[in-house]
């Protein structure tokens, strides 16, 4: 938690706790500090038992043995509370789920030192949040990019962050996301060996992620050396003529978590996202068929259509499973209005 950053805490080893390993007793002594922080704060010397710099995790504690743990204050300064409006969906004492408009960074980083999220979640929650992301990223779980909307958890707790992020990097949590893209993609089995049609609403992509070799800034679906990437979709909703859609409102779900990986598969299967002015520029030229009204509106949409409709996961502590949905913002519906009256 960011409220022990600078607090000593002095702990006696009690005739139960006496045998167990330094780390394993801190840890269940002190709840909110994960493992690993804990044997840092070990290696790094700010652990002493019975007045004795403590420098192996593995060093047994005795019954009566006074164990120091210092916190100390990060090298790097925290960033500040600013008065951001936050769309809290759902707030306990171990987490919040917060809807994240578009245009909101999402953490402090080069050239964009603040006013991001992670200002508001100080500003909101003070110092009641976990601290295993780092200091520019109290809180932080899990990311969407900047101009993508919607739903994310973030931890209050180092034990509610280990607990979630185990379950992200485990991929048993929900999420579903809308896009708006160009065209219609077919039902297919989309893998490293090509495309293979398929019966039912959902098709599937497959395929490793990383730097693209031709544009380092990018991502791109490649065919060593990247992370694999499963993306699964469906087509909800078509616009335009039947033998050839101009867009297609589109579900996707990810059964893992890659850098713009719902970006990346879509242009890998030739269905950018509208608006997606990285990955999808080339496409614009779909809309040649939309009315003089309606092409500008689609044509110039401002960022990338995608929004992060459902996240569902396991509540850390209670084991509760846990399900939240957030409608599209209102740049969406309205692009959405404009292709349906098109």
Known sequence: MLSDIGDEHLLTVGNADAGQRLDRYITASLPHLSRSRVQRLIETGFVSVS??????????????????????????????????????????ADLLVVNKPAGLVVHPAPGSPESTLVNALIAHCGNS?????????????????????????????????LGLSEQFAAHTTER?????????????????????????????????IGRSPTNRKKMAVVKSGGKAAVTHFRVLERFGPADAPVASLVECRLETGRTHQIRVHMTHIGHPLIGDSVYGGKHKTLARTLSPRIRPLVEEFPRQALHAATLGFRHPRTGEEMRFSAPLPEDMAFLLGALRNA
């Open 51 to 92: 007045g004795r710099a403590a420098v192996d995790a593995s060093t047994r504690v005795g019954a009566g043995d006074e164990v120091e743990v210092v916190v100390p204050p990060p090298d790097d300064p925290l960033p500040s509370g600013e008065d951001i409006p936050l769309d809290i969906v759902h707030e306990d």
């Open 129 to 161: 949040l976990s601290g295993i992301g780092g200091v520019k990223r109290p809180g932080i779980v899990h990311r969407i990019d900047k101009e993508t909307s919607g739903l994310m958890v973030v931890a209050k707790h180092d034990g509610a962050h």
């Open 176 to 208: 579903s996301y809308r896009a708006i893209v160009w065209g219609e993609p077919p039902v297919a089995d989309w893998g490293p060996t090509g495309r293979r049609l398929i019966k039912g609403p959902w098709g599937r992509i497959e395929g490793a």
